[in-house]
T-cell receptor, first 113, second 116 residues
Framework: EAQVTQNPRYLITVTGKKLTVTCSQN?????MSWYRQDPGLGLRQIYY???????DKGDVPEGYKVSRKEKRNFPLILESPSPNQTSLYFC????????????FGSGTQLSVL | GNSVTQMEGPVTLSEEAFLTINCTYT??????LFWYVQYPGEGLQLLLK?????DKGSNKGFEATYRKETTSFHLEKGSVQVSDSAVYFC???????????????FGQGTILTVHP
């Protein structure tokens, strides 16, 4: 089944403790992206990747890192999480950077205490 | 830069009522426009799209027409069902300042609840 898989589904952590949210797609998509969803703000793009080893900042990249060493994986790293990073995170992918139909994962609800 | 504004929610309707969710946008050039739907506990799914002025996107009884003159892409459905309860996001795709090629800009989302 074609899908975007995120893990974990829920995560509670404390300020300053490094964490990684994994994202994997099995559709051989070139383009992958991370969004955060906050009430009243919709989805805001954190980082995106056009292809392997090609990443760039979105609208709200501060406090986040990403890597794209393999085509299928695009982990989101929070080196030193803070409470303002408490949010619902979504990974998404599409076949090409210009192919605008995004496939979304089920989301990761992160709480930073 | 690009931006999308949706009507404030939540929207509460009875089954078989008519639905309109307003969406207006600001963008340079000729963006593509989308509606995504998010069911409880799930990620977003593409509902419909339109790529040029006067195009009508449709799917599952939902429709939206790309109106360049009013910079709008309102979502409509003639008779909603309980299963349509979800969050609806309007979005556009286009270059912004030469960066983020193919990037989607989302509205804030509108919660729809349909009662039997």
């Amino acid at each position: 089944e074609a899908q975007v898989t995120q893990n974990p589904r829920y995560l509670i952590t404390v300020t300053g403790k490094k964490l990684t949210v994994t994202c994997s797609q099995n559709m051989n998509h070139e383009y992958m992206s991370w969004y955060r969803q906050d009430p009243g703000l919709g989805l805001r793009q954190i980082y995106y990747s056009m292809n392997v080893e090609v990443t760039d900042k979105g609208d709200v990249p501060e406090g986040y890192k990403v890597s794209r060493k393999e085509k299928r994986n695009f982990p989101l790293i929070l080196e030193s999480p803070s409470p303002n990073q408490t949010s619902l995170y979504f990974c998404a992918s599409s076949l090409r950077p210009t192919n605008e139909k995004l496939f979304f994962g089920s989301g990761t609800q992160l709480s930073v205490l | 830069g690009n931006s999308v504004t949706q009507m404030e929610g939540p929207v509460t309707l009875s089954e078989e009522a008519f639905l309109t969710i307003n969406c207006t946008y600001t963008a340079t050039g000729y963006p593509s426009l989308f509606w995504y739907v998010q069911y409880p506990g799930e990620g977003l799914q593409l509902l419909l799209k339109a790529t040029k002025a006067d195009d009508k996107g449709s799917n599952k009884g939902f429709e939206a027409t790309y109106r360049k003159e009013t910079t709008s892409f309102h979502l409509e459905k003639g008779s909603v069902q309980v299963s349509d309860s979800a969050v609806y996001f309007c979005a556009l795709s286009g270059r912004a300042g030469g960066t983020s090629y193919g990037k989607l800009t989302f509205g804030q989302g509108t919660i729809l609840t349909v009662h039997p």
